[in-house]
């Protein structure tokens, strides 16, 4: 009976096979490179050959001047954009469903998800020429009302609200879907109950729409939990300069740095793996989390 | 009575035409900035360097466009993402479709599905980090190669995520009477999953290209010369280089109808071309893919 069910499920093992060898490779096994954290790491001796020094890599990573200042940009710059991640779709959800006209509705939508699509690259470009204080757009306006050039990409008192006020600016559209989907599963049965007893469009609002949504609110801001120390490498990466790396650099951005442009890769990895751990727990912490809270399931 | 009521359908109707123009705003805020560095593209470098571009080009030229598209780097880099494309593209759909359909099966048709999930969502969850993957890549001989591009990315487990979560509500009758009259998993898989799984096909099959497009870390960590990067590698290049905090002038003198900030425009402008075109096509799947893939209850 066993080998029978075996030689049924053979065919579904066999499809798993190329997936499962290639994140074996490339995911699995860099897991085992974390030793790295642990060794005066030299690529010529190799991970078996190189010496370990303990907790070294970390003592060092605790003495670098800039630790904190990066640890607590990382959270901060995190923290609002998933804050304002989640305000702004979801007002604009409510506001995109109180939409009767439907060429309008549609072409909203269409253009908001836009620029999720583009890569930092691309709207990285577009910021650096638009923002840019001799000849970009934004300070012709300002100056226009009279008011002086700011430098937004190279002053570090701008910097982190250009990261958050762009990066919200990219994903809020796209963000808008599953909470307008929230939208249409609510039952329109309390809509109309709910006219027949008086209640304006406001009341409706607040008394239906928004408990109606406060399953995927309570999901999406859960699960965002374990972004707290990601604050966005490709953004951060692609705007920043020397100017504002005491406002601007995070993380992974001085990851990239310590690692791949000093070669300290035993620090880089320590730093790395710092990080890993925290936002593995956050994770695991946050599923957990949206289990008990709204019953939710990755699969 | 008569009067409360007037009062309330007048604010109403304040609030629809507020509404309609925040969003249509909203929604214009997304396109300008776009828009604005087409039209520099499109101008003149006197026109665009005195600040006279606002939502339209000054003096129509092509001239930064017919610059770019006679540099050899560019061209170069433009292939190397047409091939990554096509390969990843395959692959990547390939793998999704072979991990998700196992995946998406009962405890009953397949008894250690559990672990095998687990083995998939556990690397969203804890990661090597940039330095091991970087030395595991290397390890495998990937470096320099087009295959850094696809295969280290080839298993996309938000894809199969969103793959196995529509396979689940497809109707189990339909497999179960494909079961009986003699198919295996791999017809039903192909001749049945595959057929009834449009929406979130095309979905996956945007976020594919759309990653492959876009993707320009890997190129320009996993690649040593600038002739084997990518296109948007190359781009990234330029932007950062022309970045004006870096001062890194390229200098163009004697062309007088480019300049760096027109080129530069007409570059972020062809690198985001392929997605403006793709895009409106497939905007209508997306939504009902993510939607049905993703969220549930």
């Known amino acids: ?299 | 009575m008569f009067h409360v009521q007037h009062r309330a359908s007048l604010s109403r109707r304040a609030f629809v035409v507020g509404n309609y123009t925040f969003l249509v705003a909203l929604s214009l805020l997304c396109l300008l900035p776009l828009v604005q560095v087409l039209s520099i593209s499109f101008s003149s470098s006197a026109a665009a360097s005195a600040g006279l571009v606002k939502l339209f080009p000054v003096d129509f030229t092509l001239a930064s466009y017919s610059y770019i598209l006679q540099k050899q780097e560019f061209i170069n880099s433009f292939g190397i993402t047409l091939q990554r494309l096509i390969l990843g593209f395959v692959t990547n759909m390939g793998l999704s479709l072979l991990c998700a359909y196992p995946l998406s099966k009962e405890r009953k048709d397949l008894r250690i599905r559990s672990w095998y999930a687990w083995f998939f969502v556990f690397t969203i969850l804890f990661s090597g980090g940039l330095i091991p993957t970087y030395m595991v890549i290397s390890m495998t001989g990937l470096i320099d190669t087009l295959w850094a591009l696809i295969i280290p990315s080839a298993v996309s487990v938000f894809n199969v995520i969103l793959l196995l979560n529509f396979f689940r509500g497809l109707p189990q009758e339909v497999e179960e009477s494909a079961f009986l009259d003699g198919a295996g998993h791999w017809t039903v898989l192909w001749k049945m999953y595959v057929p009834m799984s449009y929406p979130v096909l095309a979905t996956v099959a945007l976020f594919t290209m759309v990653f492959h497009w876009n993707s320009w870390f890997d190129g320009l960590i996993y690649m040593n010369f600038p002739k084997n990067y990518p296109l948007s590698t190359y781009l990234q290049l330029l932007v950062i280089n022309s970045n004006p905090m870096k001062m890194d002038p390229r200098n163009l003198a004697g062309i007088l109808e480019i300049s760096e900030r027109t080129t530069r425009a007409a570059q972020i402008f062809l690198g985001a071309l392929p997605i403006l075109i793709v895009y409106p096509f497939l905007q209508r799947f997306f939504v009902k893919g993510i939607v049905l893939g993703s969220v549930k209850g």
């Open chain 1, 1 to 299: 009976m066993n080998i029978k069910k075996t030689k049924r499920e053979m065919p579904l093992h066999l499809m798993l096979v190329p997936g499962v060898v290639i994140l074996l490779i490339y995911c699995y096994y860099p897991m085992l490179g974390f030793a790295i954290a642990f060794q005066k790491f030299i690529p010529i001796n190799g991970l078996f050959g190189s010496n370990w020094i303990g907790l070294g890599n970390f003592r060092y990573v605790l003495q670098m001047p800039d630790i904190w200042k990066v640890l607590g940009n990382t959270v901060f710059i995190a923290t609002m954009k998933i804050l304002f991640g989640l305000i702004v779709p979801i007002v604009v959800a409510i506001l995109i469903n109180e939409l009767k006209v439907m060429l309008i509705k549609r072409g909203v939508q269409t253009l908001i998800y836009l620029p999720h699509f583009l890569s930092w690259v691309i709207l990285g470009g577009v910021l650096v020429d638009i923002l840019s204080p001799s000849e970009g757009i934004v300070n012709q306006l300002l100056n226009a009302v009279g008011l002086d050039s700011v430098f937004f990409l190279g002053s570090n008192h701008w910097f982190p609200s250009v990261l958050i006020f762009s990066d919200v600016w990219k994903e809020f559209g796209f963000s808008t879907i599953v909470f307008l989907a929230a939208i249409t599963g609510i039952n329109p049965a309390l809509y109309e109950a709910a006219i027949v007893d008086g209640a304006s469009h406001t009341r409706q609002m607040w008394h239906i729409t928004l408990p109606g949504m406060v399953p995927i609110i309570v999901l999406m801001a859960t699960l965002s939990l374990g972004n707290v120390l990601n604050a966005g490498f490709d953004q951060v990466f692609n705007l920043y300069s020397p100017s504002v790396y005491e406002s601007g650099d995070i993380l992974d951005t001085l990851i990239y740095r310590i690692g791949l442009l000093d070669a300290q890769f035993g620090v880089a990895t320590a730093i790395g793996l710092f990080k890993s751990i925290v936002s593995f727990v956050l994770i695991a912490v946050s599923y957990f989390m949206a289990y008990r809270l709204v019953n939710y399931r990755i699969f």
